[in-house]
Nanobody, 117 residues
Framework: VQLQASGGGLVQAGGSLRLSCAASESIFSAAKMGWYRQIPGNQRELVAS???????DYAESVEGRFTISADNRKNTVTLQMDSLKPEDTAVYYC????????????WGQGTLVTVSS
């Protein structure tokens, strides 16, 4: 299974970007889809997640600014990022995982988001 992430780029503070992640196979059933980000030298951190049932969870730092959504039929997960701040600058990774049998944990290749002040 491959996850293809896209949508990163350079944006000014206060602007918006939309990240998309497409899975090569239908794996969104009974799974959790998420976006993580990583700054060089730091650990990868969860930004937002959504379950197949639509339950969402957000990091406190992005609550109210980012919105995660998933299309289970198209096997895509999207992160709409608004009111971006310089501290949102990072490489963003999409992830799809299932913690019960059959388990899996897939990562996308990462897409760079740079927010200038």
């Amino acid at each position: 299974v491959q996850l293809q992430a896209s949508g990163g780029g350079l944006v000014q503070a206060g602007g918006s970007l939309r990240l998309s992640c497409a899975a090569s196979e239908s794996i969104f059933s009974a799974a959790k889809m998420g976006w993580y980000r990583q700054i060089p030298g730091n650990q990868r951190e969860l930004v937002a997640s959504i379950t197949t049932g639509g339950t969402t969870d957000y990091a406190e730092s992005v609550e109210g600014r980012f919105t995660i959504s998933a299309d289970n039929r198209k096997n895509t997960v999207t992160l709409q990022m608004d009111s971006l701040k310089p501290e949102d600058t990072a490489v963003y990774y999409c992830n799809v995982r299932r913690s019960f049998t059959p388990t899996f944990n897939y990562w996308g290749q990462g897409t760079l988001v740079t927010v200038s002040s």
